[in-house]
């Protein structure tokens, strides 16, 4: 039986770089994670040791820093997508390239009332992310979030669920419902012109939207509407995955104190936890292709 080589790629996980643009007396800052990862014809490299058309991963990391001084980083998706098409069309070897991005967000200090023009404390409720893959398919961009911490203290239920002789949960009509959301939305078609930053914000706030009002009988059913305001909102957006650990808040027993809690003091608990995923995918819409499975790691 022949074992031949599988698929691979290769390249520089999380260059941490800040770019400060000092034009005037008031700086900004964009401080930034990327990674970068390269396919091609690199068969030689992992059969034979060839290095001859590998681009290293330092000079990858390299061309991050250097992209992130000649082009713009605001907003991420077109660093991204400038960098990615750099790799591709400069670099022979390389068929494909993907660029995933986090940012951190800054916020500027203020003096004696007065923003000051060059002093920053970090903030920020959650990570932006991107992923731009640029391909013999096109640019695909992924826009998204992580570690958006939210939580409503009702208006979310869980009963009538399965049971059987192992179940110990108590069912509710009205429960505190938290969690760490992680979106990724994948923007199909023409990307160049696209207001990125509109649309984080946008998809952001509507998520946070159907998360407040919606009354809740499940996370699951909570996840399913998000993504699909979403995605009723954005027509260049074909599809849109969430994944949600569900943050218990469980109602401390007061009756060995004596006392009632009507809904007012809660133990979180951090493990173990619900992990509940959803996506919500537009009919008709273009292949995601390599868009969701080319990432720093072979998935």
């Keep these: 039986m022949a074992i031949v080589l599988g698929p691979h790629q290769y390249g520089k ?12 007396a008031r700086h900004e800052i964009t401080d930034l994670n990327v990674t970068t990862a390269m396919r091609g014809n690199f068969d030689a490299a992992y059969l034979e040791g060839d290095q001859s058309a590998v681009l290293p991963t330092d000079t990858q990391k390299n061309s991050a820093y250097v992209w992130a001084r000649t082009h713009p980083v605001d907003p991420i998706e077109e660093y991204g997508l400038s960098l990615a098409r750099h790799f591709v069309d400069d670099v022979e070897p390389i068929d494909a390239a993907r660029i995933e ?11 004696d009332g007065v923003e000051h023009d060059h002093t920053w404390v970090r903030s920020g409720q959650e990570i932006r992310t991107a992923a731009i893959t640029v391909g013999s398919d096109g640019a695909h961009v992924i826009q998204g979030l992580k570690d958006l911490v939210i939580l409503k203290s009702t208006g979310s239920a869980f009963k009538d669920f399965l049971t059987d002789e192992f179940t110990t949960l108590a069912p509710t009509d009205d429960r505190v419902m938290a969690t760490s959301l992680v979106a990724k939305w994948r923007v199909s078609g023409e990307v160049d012109g696209v207001d990125w ?51 218990h808040h469980f109602l401390v027993d007061f009756a060995r104190f004596g006392t009632r809690n009507d809904g007012e003091v809660f133990h979180a608990d951090d493990r173990p936890y619900g992990l509940i995923e959803a996506s919500a995918i537009r009919e008709g819409a273009p292949a995601a292709g390599d868009a969701w499975r080319f990432s720093a790691g072979l998935a």
């Design 13 to 24: 996980a999380e260059t941490r770089l800040v770019r400060i643009v000092r034009d005037d």
């Design 101 to 111: 991005i986090e940012k951190f967000d800054w916020t500027r200090v203020a003096v």
């Design 197 to 247: 930053n509109a649309m984080y914000a946008g998809v952001r706030s509507i998520m946070i939207e159907r998360f407040a009002n919606l009354h809740s009988l499940a996370l699951q059913q909570t996840l399913w509407h998000m993504g699909r305001a979403a995605l009723e909102a954005y027509p260049q957006i074909a599809e849109i995955r969430l994944v949600a650990p569900n943050k």
